[in-house]
């Protein structure tokens, strides 16, 4: 995510390190290139201009010049000026209680992943507890309505359409009468999109707005367009007054500047950002955690929650009980490397730890995903005997587990070399919650 910005700003801050004091200068100097990383990544020239105000602001003045590590403070000034861009934000649904039916709407333009986003939304309030009716109101695209029940279908959430009839205000209308009969608690609208903004749009969401009253109007817009999904959230914004923008499509090559610059152009706050075209790609957004990436310094507290949210929790607590006995084998550890995997694409994964962002830039070709699979063909290659004790591989067994899983004996050493400390750090952590032992991870 935002690949050239995280390498733009670190090098402009990296500029700055290493000089122990510094001149205002040299600080300037270092400035410019934040300015620049900025700009190339496509955030608004406005945000920029106040961004650059306030950091400089801070960092030529005197208790940070002459203080023994500037560069450190300035890190820290940029990490909070980016939170302040972004936030705050109420992540809230604003969902109502027992026996009464919550409506959001959900519109924006066509292709920026609003059907996609209403059944990510979808899954994560069933995931809740919740129990959402999907409302098949976009009439525009031809496909929209049967794209919707398809991911009703795959969610195992109700979807309500009425084909044929023209009018989605009528169609939202008779949805949320009809919610609570079908068993629903919560009624996501997915509205009409359209290429480009105009006032028949605006005109019929308005109506829906009027009729439905719903709690929550969400814009989704597509991250990659840059600039154009800001102006998009102005115009959607004067219409509506949208509670939060859903920024789709981060998980591809968008530069970010439209994330940065969407709630200080429009006031409205990202709540949420797509990142993959999978249902449970939808993260609620942190701007603390975002400016935490951007400045390449990872971002824990994501990977833990959706650790916790992907992990099988009989899995676990199995493994838990085997730890607690001092017990952890390579199956084990085949184990848990398989659950990281279920987090997503190693690559993200590692740029969400705290300093293994910087480490995929030196993997540069390697593909960890196919070392994954050789370590688990490594490991499928020993017999149990081996798996609990692999101290018992010797030089003639390494050799027949290493033609079992077409590797070369000096990588079935490696593997069990890399086992060793990681079985006693898994030992010492039995009994520990998830988020104590990422700190022990973190030391
Ligand atoms: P709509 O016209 O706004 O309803 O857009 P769709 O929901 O049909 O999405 C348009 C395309 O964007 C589809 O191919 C989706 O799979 C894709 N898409 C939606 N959200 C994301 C996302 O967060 N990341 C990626 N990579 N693709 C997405």
Do not use: W
Not at 210 to 230: R, S
């Amino acid at each position: 995510m935002f690949e050239n910005l995280q390498d733009g700003l670190s090098s402009a801050l990296k500029s700055l390190s290493g000089k122990g004091k510094l001149s205002e200068s040299n600080m300037r100097d270092g400035l410019k290139l934040v300015e620049r990383s900025l700009l190339e990544a496509d955030v608004s020239y406005e945000v920029v201009r106040t961004f650059m105000k306030n950091v400089t602001e801070v960092a030529v003045g005197e208790k940070v010049l002459k203080s023994l590590n500037p560069s450190q403070q300035i890190v820290g000034t940029v990490h909070q000026e980016l939170i302040n861009l972004m936030g705050p934000v109420d992540h809230s649904l604003h969902l109502k209680g027992p026996g009464e039916v919550t409506v959001l709407m959900m519109c924006g333009l066509q292709g920026s992943g609003k059907t996609t986003s209403c059944g990510k939304l979808g899954r994560m309030l069933k995931q809740r507890g919740r129990k959402p009716l999907l409302v098949a109101a976009d009439l525009q695209r031809p496909a929209a309505i049967d794209q919707l029940h398809v991911l009703g279908e795959q969610l195992d959430i109700p979807v309500y359409s009425e084909r044929g009839e023209q009018d989605p205000v009528k169609v939202c209308n008779n949805a949320v009468k009809q919610a609570k009969k079908l068993g629903a608690d919560t009624v996501i609208l997915d509205t009409a999109g359209r290429l480009h903004i105009d006032d028949e749009l605006m005109g019929q969401l308005e109506r829906i707005d009027k009729q439905c009253n719903p709690e929550q109007i969400y814009l989704v817009c597509d991250g990659m367009t840059g600039q154009d999904a800001v102006n998009s959230a102005q115009a959607f914004n004067q219409a509506l007054e949208i509670d939060g923008v859903i920024m789709t499509k981060l998980d591809g090559d968008a530069r970010g500047g439209a994330a940065l610059s969407v709630k200080q152009v429009t006031g409205v706050p990202i709540k949420f950002i797509g990142t993959g075209e999978h249902l449970d790609a939808l993260e609620e957004f942190h701007p603390d955690r975002m400016a935490g990436r951007i400045l390449g310094q990872g971002d824990i507290l994501s990977l833990v929650e959706k650790a916790q949210a992907e992990f099988d929790e009989d899995e676990m607590k199995a493994q838990e009980e085997r730890l607690a006995k001092g017990e952890f084998t390579l199956d084990d550890f085949k184990k848990q490397l398989k659950q990281i995997t279920r987090l997503g694409p190693l690559r993200k994964v590692m740029g969400m730890i705290p300093g293994m962002g910087g480490m995929l830039d030196s993997l540069g070709d390697v593909d960890p995903e196919n070392d994954m699979k050789q370590l688990f063909g490594i490991i499928d290659s020993m017999t149990p005997a081996e798996k609990r004790d692999p101290k018992l591989i010797d030089q003639s067994r390494r050799r027949r587990i290493a033609a079992g899983s077409g590797v070369e004996p000096h990588q079935v050493n490696e593997l069990v070399k890399m086992f060793e400390p990681m079985s006693q750090m898994m030992k010492a952590m039995a009994g520990k919650g998830m988020k104590d032992r990422m700190k022990m991870f973190n030391q």
